[in-house]
Structures are given as C-alpha cells and as structure tokens.
C-alpha cells in the first residue's frame, strides 16, 4: 500500500509529516490491511471528532434498550405473559428516561431540548430520531403507567387511574409500533457524518444495533421477568446476539481502513469485550433453561454486551476523527477504484 | 426516499441560495477564492476576522512541529493560515540531464559552500513554504446545515452557510458531519459568549448584507484571499492556474471549484500547490448525505427484521 499510495500521489510524502506506522496491532496479528504512508498537515486531524462524550452511547444503548423491552412487552400483552409485560413496560420506561437525561445532559440545558422540536428534516437523523422518539415515548410512558396502576389494590383504581389502565394495551401496541425505528435510527444518527469509522460502517450498523437492541431488552427480561415466560425472551437474545455478531463481522470486512481503529486501544478492547459478552450471554440464555441464577448471569451478560458494542463502535469513531490517516488514506484509496468522486447524471443515485 | 427530494438536493450541481428558497431578485452566490500562491502567511486575515466578528482569543502557543501558532480552523479560529515547510525537490525527475543543477547535486553544494543562513550559495533556498488561508467552504451541499435538528444553520441569500446563536442548541451533530473539520462546538474561553454553541465562519453575513465585503479579504494585502461572485471567481481561477502552468508551475490546481465534486462545489475554493492533505484538507471530501437514500433504505431494513424476529420470538410453544 505504502508504494501503491505514493504513486497516486506521484511521489512520496515530504514536507509535512508522514503518517502511518505505529498502529499495529498486539499480539502479533496481522492488521486489516498493510500500512499506509500518507501525507497530512502536521498529523493534525482533518475531520473534527464529535464534542459528544460518554452520554451519548449510553443513550444509543438506553435506547435500544427501551425499543427491545417494547417489543417484548407488546408480544407478552398479546400472548399472555404478565410477567414479561410488566419487566419489559416498565423497563421501557426506565430506559427511554435514562436515554433522555442523558441527551439533556450532552445539551447541557433541559431548554435546548425544545430547539429540536422547531423544525422536522429528513436529512437530519438527530431530527428525524427526535420525532420518532416524540412519538413513541408517551406511548411507551402510558403503557408503564398503566404497570404500574395494575400493581395498586383493586379498590384505589377508579376513574382516570381505571381509564390509565385501560389504555395499557393500545398505548402498549403503539410503543412496539414505533419501538424498531427508535433502535435502528441511532445507526444512521452516527453514519450520516463525516467520521470515517462511523460513515463507512452505514451498511450494516443498523443490522449490528437492532441486533444488539434486542439482546439488550431480552437480558433485561432474564433478569427481571419470572422464567417461566421468559421463552420469547431467549429465543430473542439468541437471535438479536447471532444477529449482532454476524453483522459486525461483516462490517468489519465491507469498512477497509476504517475497520482499524475498531481493534486498536480503548476501542478494541470494549469491541472484544462485547463479542464475549454477548456470546455467553446467548449460550447461557439458550442453555440455562430454569435455573433463575444462570438466566440472570446470562442477561446482565447480554446487556453489558450491548453496552460495550454501543461504546466500542462509538470510541472507534472518535479515534477514527482524530487521525487523518483514516480521512486521507479511505479516500485515496476510494478514488483509486472508482476514480473521483463526480456527479454524473447519468449516476442511478442521482 | 430519493423521490421526497428534487434532484441533486442531496448531491450534484445545484444553486444553493435558488434550493433553499430564495426568488429570482436574490444576489449572486458569494464566495472567497483563495490563491495560495500568492500567501505570505501575515495571518492579517485572522486577526481582521476575529476583530470583527468577536471571536475570542483562547490560547497562544506553538505546537512544536511548526511555525504556526494557530493550529487549525475550529470555533475561535474561523481563518486559519497554515505554514507548510517542504524540503525542495526536483520538479519532476525524468532522468534527462538538465541545464540546471538536479537536487542532489544542489545538496552536494550546500553541504560544500552553505553560507551560513540556510541559502545555498546559488541563492536558491533548499525548502519552500507553503502557506494557505483556510476558510468554511460553504459548500453547495453543506452536511453541516443537512444535519442540523434545529434549523439554527441557514443557508443565506448569498449562497453561503451561517449559524444563528440564538438557536443551535449545542447538539454537536455538526461537528462530526462537517468533511473538512470546520464547526466546531466553543468550550472556551470562560466568560466569552456562545460557549457550548457551534460557531464558523459566515462569510462576514453582516458586512456583506451592508454592500460590504468580508473582513478577511479586505485585510489580506496581497490579494490572496479573493471575494466575489462564485461564477466570477471561478473563470478568475481557471485563468490564474492557466497562467500558472504556462509559467511552468505545473503543481498549481483548483481545489473546490468542480460544482460535479463531492459537495456540489464550494463557495469557497483553493488554488494550491501540492495535494490538498498537504494543507490538512481531505483529498476527495464526498457530502455525507450522498449515502443518505441508502442509510434510509438500511435502517428500515433493520427496523423491519427486528419487529419480524420480536414477532417470531412469541411464537412456537410457550415458556
């Protein structure tokens, strides 16, 4: 690559400092794909990395989070589950007011929220993520709150609380309605940027976070609901976690260099930490059948593996901003195949 | 997807100011071209801008790797000069004798005669600096404003992209869309105003509606950085890098000016000369919202395959 890059450039680098190097991986492992010489300003960035810190994975996951439970708690509804209905409503409701705290946190002021609100823009993911979440959070709350009436005696239920519990199964059905986008617009809300690891990952992130919304939402319901309803809720971790685990391999192949930093530090670390926590948390679920301990260890496995994916895949992003190589040498490498990037009309995309 | 949008709304060519709204009785896009052949690095324009538009000062310092102590464009930097040191170099090596002395042979004499200051004895220093005024490119497709959930970026009258205060909301969504690492989200200095607001650079919106043109291009004295129309600017250029090469500059190109490039083109563009990651720029930067149609169509693919396989959980035998 080394040679291949200078030549598209028509000599090697100089002047300004070479980059490349000092980004192999440990233990020996071949890396993804040899490495680059390119040329950059000094090795200071190109593209910015985001301002957003811990807050927003831990919304991406809460969010996952609370669509999963949705889901889960619309198909106990319906099947006649109590147990998981109440473990996932409640759950959805705890997770999507996690999620909002912490993107009012990011904000910095409760207030700044409402700016969201003025316009609505289908090229805006972070708009469009809001009026999904708009839609389907008072939904996801009414059915919660219809929970947690159902919990008071039977003689303090009357009037507004008796109609509250009424409207638990429509609110409830809604919520699961809108719950499947609330999981998978967090993929484009990163992918629809100019961060090399999180825009070359468009393809199959949303795959990799639905996927991991539902193992998420499925521990949660091995730890809280009673096992004897928690079948849905297995069949469902073993299914998002195989989802999650073949996508993101995929996507590792599909990403070329940007596929790196999602080895490399902090990153890789929380990306190995994930595959094994969401392996033994889908073995244990499929495994552990009524033992109440092995179920729960199973779930908070699931979960922390979601947590680690959302993180991993965040902080891989971040570092992908921070050095230019990844900006310089994907689309060097992209113009290489298929030319510079020009608008032709005739183009199918156009 | 594709079809809620008119063609080239989220690639291709396309007259911003007419895009976003505006009639037939609006000004001409407006611009900057950028000539960095003819820089000489003063930074007048960075001090005229941050003297105009109030950006604060947060730091004084050297990174240690060059003379430039202002690091890059970002919240209180909206022009940013780079100083770029290049060793020299034969301008392209055919392996012909020459009538000049080749670099090797100019390396023999330096280490021979130097005389003392760095010059080589025949006068022709053994590096060169590149400099370049770096600006917000307000791009003809600006993933900045696409991405924006608040409407606080605008595209103006005059083609150009801004930020109102008053509205952004401090998301940052900005900051990781912007391909060429403008916006920027202000942290700093304590006290100053907008902390925690995306700012850049706007093209000196305030001067140009008063028939003004922007502080930076009225303060470069060598006429580097030029303001005008976009069309105008454009055919400038073309004749600026003609003249260039026939002077035998064949390093000399646009940067930004091609409206079939990956933004639509920029209002702002460059004539540079070397590679654009040289002056930290990516070298083929591609509006993110080209793949939007696409990242539609996967998301929902997603979506849908969850709400299927939460369905297929519930059914089979119970437990």
Redesign the interface.
């Known amino acids: 690559m080394s040679d291949t890059l200078a030549q598209t450039q028509g000599r090697p680098p100089r002047g300004s400092r070479r980059g490349g190097g000092g980004r192999r991986r440990r233990g020996g492992e071949r890396s993804m794909v040899p490495e680059a010489e390119f040329t950059s300003y000094y090795g200071r960035p190109i593209v910015k990395p985001s301002p957003w810190e811990a807050d927003i994975p831990a919304y991406l996951f809460a969010g996952g989070l609370a669509a999963g439970s949705s889901l889960l708690a619309a198909g106990a509804d319906l099947t006649g589950r109590p147990g998981l209905r109440r473990v996932g409503r409640v759950g959805a409701l705890g997770a999507l007011s996690f999620s909002m705290a912490a993107l009012v946190h990011d904000l910095g002021r409760p207030s700044r929220f409402v700016n969201m609100l003025r316009v609505a823009k289908l090229t805006s993911p972070m708009s469009v993520g809001t009026w999904i979440l708009s839609a389907y959070g008072p939904f996801a709350g009414a059915a919660a709150a219809a929970e947690l009436v159902a919990l008071l005696p039977a003689d303090k239920r009357r009037g507004p609380l008796r109609l509250l519990e009424l409207t638990g199964r429509p609110a409830g059905l809604v919520a699961a309605v809108f719950a499947p986008p609330v999981a998978s617009y967090t993929a484009v809300l990163l992918s629809d940027t100019a961060t090399p690891s999180w825009h070359e990952a468009y393809r199959e992130l949303p795959f990799v976070f639905v996927g991991s919304a539902a193992a998420a939402a499925s521990g949660l319901a091995l730890i809280g609901a009673p096992t004897s309803e928690t079948g849905p809720a297995r069949r469902l971790a073993v299914g998002g976690a195989l989802m999650e685990l073949a996508m993101e391999r995929r996507m590792e192949q599909s990403m070329g260099v940007t596929a790196e930093p999602l080895h490399a530090g902090r990153a890789g670390r929380l990306m190995r930490a994930a595959r094994g926590l969401t392996l033994a948390g889908a073995a244990g679920a499929a495994l552990s059948g009524r033992s109440r301990v092995l179920s729960a260890l199973s779930g908070a496995a699931l979960m922390a593996g979601s947590a680690c994916i959302r993180f991993g895949v965040f902080e891989a992003g971040q570092a992908s901003a921070r050095d230019p190589k990844y900006t310089v040498v994907s689309q060097r490498q992209r113009m290489k195949r298929e030319g510079p990037a020009r608008h032709r009309p005739e183009d199918p995309e156009a | 997807?594709?079809s809620?949008?008119n063609?080239?709304d989220?690639?291709?060519?396309l007259d911003p100011a007419a895009d976003a709204g505006y009639g037939k009785d609006k000004p001409k896009r407006k611009g900057f071209f950028t000539d960095t052949s003819i820089c000489i690095g003063c930074k007048a324009c960075e001090v005229a801008c941050k003297e105009w538009n109030d950006v604060p000062a947060d730091h004084f310092d050297m990174?240690a790797?060059?003379y430039?102590n202002s690091?890059?464009l970002?919240s209180n930097q909206w022009r940013h000069v780079?100083f770029?040191?290049?060793?020299r170099?034969p301008a392209v090596d055919l392996g012909m004798p020459t009538t000049r002395p080749d670099d090797d042979l100019l390396g023999g004499l330096l280490a021979e005669g130097e005389t003392g200051d760095g010059a080589p004895s025949d006068g022709v220093p053994d590096?060169r600096w590149?400099m370049s005024s770096d600006v917000c490119k307000h791009c003809t497709h600006a993933?900045c404003l696409?991405?924006?959930?608040?409407?606080?970026l605008f595209r103006s009258e005059f083609g150009t992209v801004v930020v109102q205060d008053d509205?952004?909301?401090?998301?940052?969504?900005c900051?990781?869309?912007?391909?060429?690492?403008?916006?920027?989200?202000r942290?700093g200095p304590e006290g100053s105003k907008n902390v925690?607001i995306a700012q850049k650079c706007t093209l000196c919106y305030d001067r140009l509606g008063a028939g003004q043109q922007p502080a930076c291009s009225q303060a470069c004295p060598t006429q580097s950085i030029q303001f005008g129309d976009v069309e105008e600017l454009r055919e400038r250029a073309e004749r600026r890098v003609a003249r260039l090469h026939e002077a035998g500059v064949m390093d000399a190109r646009l940067y930004g000016n091609?409206p079939?490039?990956?933004v639509?083109g920029t209002g702002a563009f460059f004539l540079l000369l070397?590679?654009p990651?040289?002056?930290?720029?990516?070298?083929?930067?591609?509006v993110?919202?080209?793949?939007?149609?696409?990242?539609?169509r996967?998301?929902?693919?997603?979506?849908?395959?969850?709400?299927a396989?939460?369905?297929?959980?519930?059914v089979?035998?119970?437990?």
């Open positions: 997807m594709t809620l949008f063609e080239f989220l690639w291709g060519p990174t790797t060059s430039d690091h890059s970002n780079a770029i040191e290049q060793p170099r590096f590149l993933a696409d991405v924006c959930p608040t409407g606080s509205i952004c909301n401090g998301c940052g969504y900051v990781p869309a912007c391909p060429y690492g403008v916006i920027e989200r942290r925690g091609d079939h490039d990956g639509g070397d590679e990651e040289v002056y930290g720029f990516p070298p083929d930067p591609v993110t919202t080209r793949d939007l149609p696409q990242m539609f996967r998301a929902s693919a997603a979506a849908v395959t969850l709400l396989g939460a369905a297929v959980a519930f089979g035998r119970r437990g």
